[in-house]
């Protein structure tokens, strides 16, 4: 294992501009069906993109390329300037179906990603601990996934992408498995967690609610090939409080621009 | 309510079931069908002169050795028909066909090549209990979740990791499954053997006790032996329903 | 599996263990494992002779009996569990115990009972099928999904319709499974009676071959007894997944 991978990451970072990750001309073919093609597009650091597309448009699939799970076919993903071959530690992944081990407790879960790059168990178990308050799961520790709600969960899975201390944060439709309240709690802590921490986020989603209320950046993703259609940038919502963001006209508007353009692509 | 629905019911249906072989006893069916009162007490004579437990150590015996032997080649050999594409490729064919088959047809062959002591019982016990702990073992750990391996990758596991951590944890409630149903063959096994190859322990007393027309201590034998399987395999369910309850809630969304 | 680029079939490594009994039986490395041609050789020449016929159509007619009687059996009971739950509570703790008891067990009360012939072959053939096909009847009609009945329900179907339109088809998933692994169970049911009493079909067959020390005769039985048993679970499962094709929407 890399064991100074922060500090190589960190001096990449002075090199390279905004773009903390940035796909060039990437296509995945499975067989012969052409899940994308020839993909370009930049995701501005310390900043939230979402990836806002119908289904079968490929977005979980250019989010596990990102991530090194899947290798594209041509093109290549360059993460701080450096390309991806693989998994590495400047990224974390958050999984739409939680993907905790269901026989680990709560702590075991949040630490296990640290757990496998070798960390103390000592060191390892009060970095979680940490990150298990900061999602608000304290005194949950020694409980088990099945044990506790679809938000909670996930919540989970937050911590653990949290306490491995990467840059980049891909999440795939994180949200999509909780209730609707939880959900919009949750989109409030995002936008904490956006303006907080000094990461790169990568969302993927379905909802364009959703991906306008939290994102800085907004992909759209049209299937057979994907393709980006369009990227759009709200610019006033940030400023915004979070309990107004849903009134404010430049949302509405964004939001019924996207469905114009997408409606079309629903059967 | 002192008691519960399904206890009484269940106290119910033991008498139904007791009390229509005491009657069938009575009448009776067949000069060899005892009451269930006179397998009972021939049942608690053999335990009082200890002939049952002597009986037991005789039978016991093979069935353990071989499920033993089962248990750590077939985990082993399923871990790497589940983890390599060329072993299942070659292994699997073997074992599909043995779990279909009949594979007592084999038991005169081990006689003649292994003769008529332990070794041929322990055999028995080993291809009759083996198939479904290997194909248990193989499906679980081939169908391991793919979003756990996944999410194990993502956050930099090795080969090994996912496999210790992720891929076995994962797999453990279906081998176990696989060693309960390898135990309830096993159990089979090691009675067709002592009827088929040599009577000793318990096919001794269920052979011996009809040589002599001795119907009483037949029935009880088999109800014993019976039983015992009976008991062990709810243990093992139970321990497996213990220690497992989480893993297989765990995958089930709310 | 793919080797040099070519996907090899899923069963196509037999082949190769074939070879490799061929070599081992060809270097006389054992008594008891005469080459795999030779017992081919040897099958070919006993397929025709009266013995054989006779203890493949003995088995037969016991397999067919046996199955038939835990089929005609098992399933009515089964959905009668699933829809009853007094019959249910009664019914399932002895069901449960002689699923997995070692039935083996039961032969020699069978053989003083109904005599050392065909009648306990069949009756262990049945109590070795019966007990897999009542549980899966009953987790069948026990799974259809409430709002199927309920639609049922309210577009007015009579008992009858329901159960032959509905119920049925809704729970042939489960029942087709069971009868499945009943007949797996079955095959070796009756070749357990037949070694166990020894006097009929393969059973007595084993006896004359063992005793004569004819091991090309032996395998060459194995080889169809297994190959039969085989084909059939091959066979019931490519049915089972024609129909349960729905079975995971339900």
């Given at each position: 294992?890399?064991?100074?991978?922060?500090?190589?990451?960190?001096s990449?970072t002075?090199?390279?501009a905004?773009?903390?990750?940035?796909?060039?001309?990437?296509?995945?073919n499975?067989?012969q069906?052409?899940?994308?093609?020839?993909l370009s597009?930049?995701?501005?650091?310390?900043?939230?993109?979402?990836l806002?597309?119908?289904?079968?448009?490929?977005?979980?699939?250019l989010?596990?390329?990102?991530?090194g799970?899947?290798q594209?076919?041509?093109?290549?993903?360059?993460?701080?300037?450096?390309?991806?071959?693989?998994?590495g530690?400047?990224?974390?992944?958050?999984?739409?179906?939680?993907?905790?081990?269901?026989?680990?407790?709560?702590?075991?879960n949040?630490?296990?990603?640290?757990?496998?790059?070798?960390v103390r168990i000592?060191?390892?178990e009060?970095?979680?601990?940490?990150y298990?308050?900061?999602?608000?799961?304290?005194?949950?520790?020694?409980?088990?996934p099945h044990?506790l709600?679809?938000?909670?969960?996930?919540?989970?899975?937050?911590?653990?992408?949290?306490?491995?201390?990467?840059?980049?944060l891909?999440?795939?439709?994180?949200?999509?498995?909780?209730?609707?309240?939880?959900?919009?709690?949750?989109?409030?802590?995002?936008?904490?967690?956006?303006?907080?921490?000094n990461k790169?986020?990568?969302?993927?989603?379905?909802?364009?609610?959703?991906?306008?209320?939290?994102s800085?950046q907004?992909a759209?993703?049209?299937p057979?090939?994907?393709?980006?259609?369009e990227?759009?940038?709200?610019s006033?919502?940030r400023?915004?409080?979070?309990s107004?963001?849903?009134?404010d006209?430049?949302?509405?508007?964004?939001?019924d621009?996207?469905?114009?353009?997408l409606?079309?692509?629903?059967? | 309510?002192?008691?519960?629905?399904?206890?009484?019911?269940?106290?119910?249906?033991?008498v139904?079931?007791?009390?229509?072989?005491?009657?069938?006893?009575?009448?009776?069916v067949?000069?060899?069908?005892p009451?269930?009162?006179?397998s009972?007490?021939?049942?608690?004579?053999?335990?009082?002169?200890?002939?049952i437990?002597e009986a037991y150590?005789?039978?016991?015996?093979?069935l353990i050795?071989?499920?033993l032997?089962s248990?750590?080649?077939?985990?082993?050999l399923?871990l790497?028909?589940?983890?390599?594409?060329?072993?299942d490729?070659?292994?699997?064919?073997?074992?599909?066909v043995?779990?279909?088959?009949p594979?007592a047809?084999?038991?005169?062959l081990?006689?003649?090549?292994?003769?008529?002591?332990?070794?041929s019982?322990?055999?028995?016990?080993?291809?009759?209990?083996?198939?479904?702990?290997?194909?248990?073992?193989?499906?679980a750990?081939?169908?391991?979740?793919t979003n756990?391996?996944?999410?194990?990758?993502?956050?930099l596991?090795?080969?090994?990791?996912?496999?210790?951590k992720v891929?076995?944890?994962s797999?453990?409630?279906?081998?176990?499954?696989?060693?309960?149903?390898?135990?309830s063959?096993?159990?089979?096994?090691?009675i067709?053997?002592?009827?088929?190859?040599?009577?000793?322990?318990?096919g001794?007393?269920?052979?011996?006790?009809?040589?002599?027309?001795?119907?009483?201590?037949?029935y009880?034998?088999?109800?014993?032996?019976?039983?015992l399987?009976?008991?062990?395999?709810?243990?093992?369910?139970?321990?497996?329903?213990?220690?497992?309850?989480g893993?297989?809630?765990g995958?089930?969304?709310? | 599996?793919?080797?040099?680029g070519?996907?090899?079939?899923?069963?196509?490594?037999?082949?190769?263990w074939?070879?490799f009994?061929?070599i081992?039986?060809?270097?006389?490395?054992?008594?008891?494992?005469?080459?795999?041609s030779?017992v081919?050789?040897?099958?070919?020449?006993?397929?025709?002779t009266?013995?054989?016929?006779?203890?493949?159509?003995?088995?037969?007619?016991?397999?067919?009996?046996?199955v038939?009687s835990?089929?005609?059996i098992g399933?009515p009971?089964?959905?009668?569990?699933g829809?009853n739950?007094?019959?249910?509570?009664?019914?399932?703790?002895?069901?449960?115990?002689?699923?997995?008891?070692?039935?083996?067990?039961?032969?020699?009360?069978?053989?003083?009972?109904?005599?050392?012939?065909?009648?306990s072959?069949?009756?262990?053939t049945?109590l070795?099928?019966?007990?897999i096909?009542i549980l899966?009847?009953?987790?069948g009609?026990m799974?259809?999904?409430?709002?199927l009945?309920?639609m049922?329900?309210?577009?007015?179907?009579?008992?009858w319709?329901?159960?032959?339109?509905?119920?049925?088809?809704?729970?042939?998933p489960?029942?087709?499974?069971?009868?499945?692994?009943?007949v797996?169970?079955?095959?070796?049911g009756?070749?357990?009676?037949?070694?166990l009493?020894?006097?009929?079909?393969f059973g007595?067959?084993?006896?004359?071959?063992?005793a004569?020390f004819?091991?090309?005769?032996?395998?060459?039985?194995?080889?169809?007894?297994f190959?039969?048993?085989?084909v059939?679970?091959?066979?019931?499962?490519?049915?089972?997944?024609?129909?349960?094709y729905?079975?995971?929407?339900?």
């Amino acid at each position: 294992m890399d064991t100074h991978p922060i500090d190589m990451t960190r001096s990449a970072t002075n090199a390279s501009a905004a773009a903390a990750v940035s796909v060039r001309g990437v296509s995945k073919n499975y067989g012969q069906v052409e899940a994308l093609r020839d993909l370009s597009l930049d995701f501005p650091r310390g900043q939230l993109t979402s990836l806002l597309g119908p289904s079968g448009c490929g977005k979980t699939t250019l989010l596990k390329i990102i991530a090194g799970l899947l290798q594209p076919t041509e093109g290549e993903v360059e993460v701080n300037g450096k390309p991806v071959t693989g998994p590495g530690p400047d990224r974390a992944f958050v999984f739409q179906d939680f993907a905790l081990l269901p026989w680990a407790t709560v702590l075991r879960n949040v630490a296990f990603g640290l757990e496998l790059r070798g960390v103390r168990i000592s060191e390892r178990e009060a970095i979680a601990e940490q990150y298990i308050r900061n999602v608000g799961l304290a005194g949950f520790e020694k409980s088990y996934p099945h044990e506790l709600s679809g938000g909670m969960r996930q919540r989970v899975g937050l911590a653990r992408a949290l306490a491995v201390d990467s840059e980049v944060l891909l999440m795939d439709e994180p949200f999509s498995a909780v209730d609707e309240q939880t959900r919009r709690k949750f989109q409030e802590d995002l936008l904490g967690l956006v303006a907080g921490e000094n990461k790169t986020f990568l969302f993927v989603t379905h909802s364009i609610e959703e991906a306008v209320y939290v994102s800085d950046q907004i992909a759209i993703l049209l299937p057979r090939p994907s393709r980006v259609s369009e990227v759009i940038r709200p610019s006033g919502l940030r400023t915004r409080n979070v309990s107004d963001i849903r009134r404010d006209p430049e949302y509405l508007d964004i939001v019924d621009r996207i469905w114009a353009s997408l409606r079309s692509y629903v059967e | 309510m002192p008691m519960s629905r399904s206890l009484v019911l269940k106290l119910l249906s033991g008498v139904i079931v007791f009390g229509a072989w005491e009657v069938a006893g009575r009448i009776p069916v067949s000069y060899a069908f005892p009451t269930f009162f006179e397998s009972m007490a021939a049942l608690v004579d053999m335990t009082v002169s200890g002939w049952i437990f002597e009986a037991y150590v005789e039978t016991l015996r093979p069935l353990i050795i071989g499920l033993l032997i089962s248990a750590f080649i077939g985990i082993a050999l399923g871990l790497w028909v589940g983890l390599s594409n060329w072993f299942d490729w070659l292994v699997s064919p073997i074992f599909i066909v043995m779990q279909a088959a009949p594979l007592a047809a084999l038991i005169p062959l081990l006689v003649m090549v292994y003769g008529i002591g332990l070794t041929s019982k322990v055999f028995v016990v080993c291809i009759m209990a083996m198939p479904v702990i290997v194909l248990n073992t193989a499906g679980a750990v081939r169908n391991a979740p793919t979003n756990l391996k996944e999410m194990g990758y993502s956050f930099l596991g090795t080969e090994q990791d996912i496999i210790l951590k992720v891929i076995i944890p994962s797999a453990s409630p279906i081998i176990f499954a696989g060693l309960r149903l390898g135990t309830s063959a096993g159990f089979i096994g090691a009675i067709l053997s002592e009827l088929k190859i040599t009577p000793t322990g318990i096919g001794d007393i269920i052979t011996y006790s009809r040589s002599i027309a001795d119907y009483p201590s037949m029935y009880a034998a088999i109800f014993s032996i019976m039983v015992l399987a009976v008991l062990f395999l709810n243990f093992l369910e139970r321990t497996e329903r213990y220690f497992f309850a989480g893993n297989v809630r765990g995958y089930a969304s709310d | 599996m793919t080797a040099f680029g070519i996907r090899l079939p899923g069963m196509s490594s037999l082949i190769l263990w074939g070879l490799f009994w061929e070599i081992i039986g060809r270097s006389g490395y054992t008594f008891f494992l005469p080459p795999l041609s030779e017992v081919i050789a040897t099958f070919f020449s006993i397929v025709d002779t009266p013995a054989f016929q006779k203890a493949l159509s003995e088995t037969a007619q016991a397999f067919l009996a046996g199955v038939f009687s835990a089929v005609v059996i098992g399933i009515p009971t089964g959905i009668l569990m699933g829809k009853n739950r007094l019959v249910d509570e009664l019914l399932l703790p002895w069901v449960n115990i002689f699923l997995s008891a070692p039935l083996t067990a039961l032969v020699p009360v069978l053989m003083v009972l109904f005599g050392f012939g065909m009648k306990s072959i069949i009756i262990t053939t049945a109590l070795f099928a019966v007990w897999i096909i009542i549980l899966n009847a009953r987790a069948g009609v026990m799974q259809i999904n409430r709002s199927l009945t309920d639609m049922a329900n309210s577009f007015g179907a009579t008992p009858w319709a329901a159960f032959s339109k509905i119920y049925f088809w809704a729970a042939l998933p489960e029942i087709l499974g069971g009868v499945r692994i009943g007949v797996i169970r079955a095959v070796k049911g009756v070749i357990i009676g037949q070694l166990l009493i020894s006097i009929v079909g393969f059973g007595a067959l084993f006896e004359l071959y063992s005793a004569n020390f004819l091991m090309g005769h032996f395998w060459a039985v194995l080889i169809v007894l297994f190959a039969l048993a085989f084909v059939l679970s091959e066979g019931l499962a490519a049915l089972e997944r024609r129909v349960s094709y729905y079975a995971a929407q339900r």
